[in-house]
């Protein structure tokens, strides 16, 4: 295939000039040279490698440095690591050439955003593992994360060259770890486009539906905004106030899950959008100009008052601060009305480079970015307190924590990156700000670590509760404490809270560590009785004999009496070596060796699936948690037990395995529409009837003569519920019998039914 090269280094220039007038915070000659530097190495490095569309790959660093200094407005270091970020990883250069050329603050950014690599142990995630190496370089500086979320932004931006079964890898990750992580660090904007982008390679066709509908609709919007607006934009002007006023609209994604959860049609979504008033204020004032604005707004407007959110007083977490109440329109439409300053859009828009603009001292990336989250949560404490310096300092005490296990180190981040909060006090009237859900163990190690680990009792509002009780906002909670308690497996039931979870894991570890140290020298003076070496060999066969993958859980074991060396039997010593008289378990298949064994396996009759990028046709079984039919898109899942499990694409458990297990996902087509027989659940609602059950059943059995397996009905207050266990071939079948069951008079929607896992 042949390139236009001169035509390349027009466009490669032309990118590099949009990068600098993007680079606004990077005005300064040093500053411009630096950046100028950066694209010369990564230019020179990236020379021979082109992306899977056959561009050059260094249009991919330079947009990466374009959304870092552009979209979230970070100042030349991050610029610079941006365009070196991929270097060390896929080029001759080294970290140390990086230091050597830029500096040890440059090369600790690089060295965060490089991929892990090497051999990871079996039943581990590559990309999980990733994930937490970047995390960790959060002690070090935020700023890896933040060009990380830049990274993967580009990436899902340029996904359609990518092969269908890595991208719907890809996006599942994407949603299952990056979206979240961009909404808890206050980038609203990267977040939405992050979720639109992977729910367009998730859903293709809900989302089409969607977009084209928004965009067909976009004119409606329009005037109906411009003419609500017009009493409010007169009142602001007879104010003398300075203002923006704006049409938003929900995102494609906000809106395809609120129809998939509330089970509503798009026409039935009535906040598809919502109406900004972007206030220009000084912030001093701003508090009071907000509440003004709200005064005329529904001095014309009746506003809902169960939908009035002040985030002016009490910030999220992440730093959100904004005003929103809903109101009725005179069309008769609730409308939502978004009241915020220019300074906490902005923050709302970049979120944690606006923040350190508008924190910092100075006011300059550098001055607060390379600071730890313990640092800069000191730091802000001083100024009054800060929530998302706050959030920054509980992420530092879960990664030292020192969780091991890669996957169980994200769930316990992912459990606070989308929650809501409670606010809550001390007895002394100290605001905490927790989770929904968060408990008086949570609110305790929140505290402090020592009042966490002594907690024996809580009171709630002056009343004792058990610790596994839920929080409320407003509850006042005052810990009881004793010197004699220690933390139990238990408590890792009662805490939602990622940093309680790791203080009391930590904890635990702790005193078993110290456990499995007596249960070592235990063991040795075992073996030092037999007469025999007690490592190698040795140990492995022991390791074997009692089902447990480390030489840790044996000693911990032995300590805590579940292994008694004392009434061991059943083996011969053969030169210095244990032989058990019965054949030991195997040990566990590694990770490499499970998904080749899978070639082996034999085809069973009846077969209608391709699997694997040979396409080969191998047994497998269809998973319960979403019962797929032919038809589905599909793909094959490598079980621990070595067998493959085949789940629909939008399966409840799709985007865990795929973000979590990649390399355990297999490609999987149909390959025919066999004469097979396929039980699936569906539902019908409607308006209660005579005679509306034998016509559903009319339709199932003799108009499209399908078997029924089981049939229930469910009447109340006029309406009626029916589900049905019904056989079909494939989903063809299937959405031609829920097309005639809607057709039924009375009966309002016929649905597949998520099966129950």
């Known amino acids: 295939m042949g390139f236009d090269l001169e035509a390349e280094k027009k466009e490669i220039l032309r990118r590099y000039r949009g990068l600098l007038r993007a680079a606004k915070n990077s005005k300064k000659r040093s500053e ?35 959304v870092v200094a552009g979209e979230m407005g970070l100042g030349t270091t991050s610029i610079v690591c941006a365009l070196l ?25 690089v060295d965060g955003l490089t991929k892990m690599s090497g051999v990871f142990e079996p039943g581990t995630s590559a990309q999980a593992e990733n994930f937490r190496k970047m995390l960790l370089t959060l002690s070090d500086d ?34 299952f770890m990056y979206a979240p992580l961009a909404h808890r660090l206050g980038f609203y904007n990267l977040k939405t486009e992050l979720e639109d982008l992977s729910l367009k390679y998730k859903e293709p066709e809900d989302y089409g539906m969607i977009s084209s509908r928004l965009r067909k609709t976009k004119a409606v919007r329009t005037r109906f905004i411009n003419t609500l607006t017009v009493p409010i934009k007169q009142s602001l002007d007879e104010a003398g106030m300075a203002y923006e006023i704006m049409g938003r609209p929900k995102s494609i994604y906000s809106i395809w899950n609120k129809m998939q959860t509330k089970k509503v049609s798009f026409e039935e979504v009535y906040d598809v959008f919502a109406i900004r008033i972007i206030l220009d204020t000084d912030e001093a004032q701003e508090k009071g100009d907000i509440w003004r604005t709200y005064s005329m707004v529904t001095d014309f407007y009746q506003p809902n008052p169960d939908r009035l959110r002040d985030w002016i007083s009490l910030p999220k977490a992440n730093g959100y601060e904004s005003l929103h109440t809903t109101v009725m329109s005179p069309t008769g439409k609730w409308v939502e009305v978004q009241i915020r300053s220019r300074r906490m859009d902005d923050m709302a828009e970049r979120g944690l480079a606006a923040h350190w603009r508008y924190k910092a001292e100075g006011g300059s990336e550098e001055a607060d970015a390379s600071l730890s989250p313990k640092q800069r949560a000191e730091a802000m404490a001083a100024k009054g307190g800060d929530n998302i310096d706050s959030w920054l300092g509980q992420i530092r005490e879960v990664l030292e924590g020192g969780e091991a296990d890669a996957l169980n180190f994200i769930e316990e981040f992912k459990l606070n990156l989308f929650s809501e909060e409670v606010y809550v006090f001390t007895p002394s009237g100290e605001l905490i700000t927790l989770p929904v859900g968060a408990t008086p163990l949570d609110f305790a190690f929140r505290i402090h670590s020592k009042v966490g680990l002594q907690c024996i009792g809580a009171k709630v509002n002056h009343k004792l509760v058990p610790l596994s009780e839920a929080l ?12 004699k308690q220690t933390p139990k497996e238990d408590w890792l ?42 490592h190698g060999d040795n140990m492995s066969s022991m390791m074997r004999k009692f ?3 480390s030489p840790h859980a044996l000693h911990h074991r032995i300590a805590t009496g579940r292994i008694d060396l004392d009434r061991v039997g059943g083996y011969t010593l053969r030169s210095g070596k244990i032989e058990w008289d019965r054949s030991v378990e195997p040990a566990p298949v590694p990770r490499e060796a499970e998904a080749a064994s899978i070639s082996h396996v034999k085809k069973e009759a009846g077969d209608v699936l391709l699997i694997g990028e040979g396409q080969q046709q191998l047994d497998y079984s269809l998973a319960a948690c979403c019962n797929p039919i032919p ?14 499990k085949i789940h629909r694409q939008n399966c409840p458990n799709a985007t865990n395995l795929l973000s979590r297990y990649a390399y355990r996902v297999m490609k999987t087509e149909w390959a ?4 097979a027989k396929f039980e699936v659940g569906i539902g019908f609602v409607g308006i209660d009837d005579v005679g509306l059950v034998n016509a559903v059943t009319s339709v199932i059995s003799a108009d499209m003569r399908v078997d029924m397996r089981a049939i229930s009905f469910e009447s109340r207050d006029g309406m009626f519920e029916g589900k049905a266990r019904v056989v079909v071939s494939d989903k063809d079948h299937l959405g031609s019998l829920l097309k005639a069951l809607a057709a039924v008079p009375g009966v309002h929607t016929a649905e597949r039914l998520q099966e129950e896992s």
């Open 32 to 66: 411009r040279k630096a950046i100028r530097k950066a694209f010369d190495v990564a230019l020179d490095a990236h020379k021979d490698i082109r992306r899977k569309s056959g561009e050059p790959y260094i249009y991919h660093p330079i947009a990466v440095a374009r």
């Open 85 to 109: 970020h991929d270097t060390v990883e896929d080029t001759y250069m080294t970290l140390d050439d990086v230091e050597r050329m830029f500096g040890p603050k440059e090369r600790a950014i």
């Open 142 to 175: 935020v700023r890896v994360i933040l060009i990380k979320l830049a990274d993967r932004l580009d990436n899902m931006r340029t996904l359609e060259h990518m092969r269908p079964d890595k991208q719907q890898k890809i996006a599942s990750e994407t949603l």
């Open 472 to 483: 409320s906002s407003g509850d006042q909670v005052e810990i009881i404490t004793s010197r």
């Open 493 to 534: 039931q009662y805490v939602v809270t990622a940093s309680a979870r790791a203080k009391i894991r930590h904890a635990l570890n702790e005193e078993e560590r110290k456990q499995a140290l007596e249960g070592k020298e235990k063991l040795r003076k075992w073996f030092r009785k037999l007469g025999i070496d007690g």
């Open 547 to 549: 089902k447990v993958d």
């Open 631 to 644: 038809g589905d898109d599909v793909f094959g899942f490598i079980t621990v037990s070595g067998g493959i």
């Open 672 to 675: 025919s529409k066999a004469a």
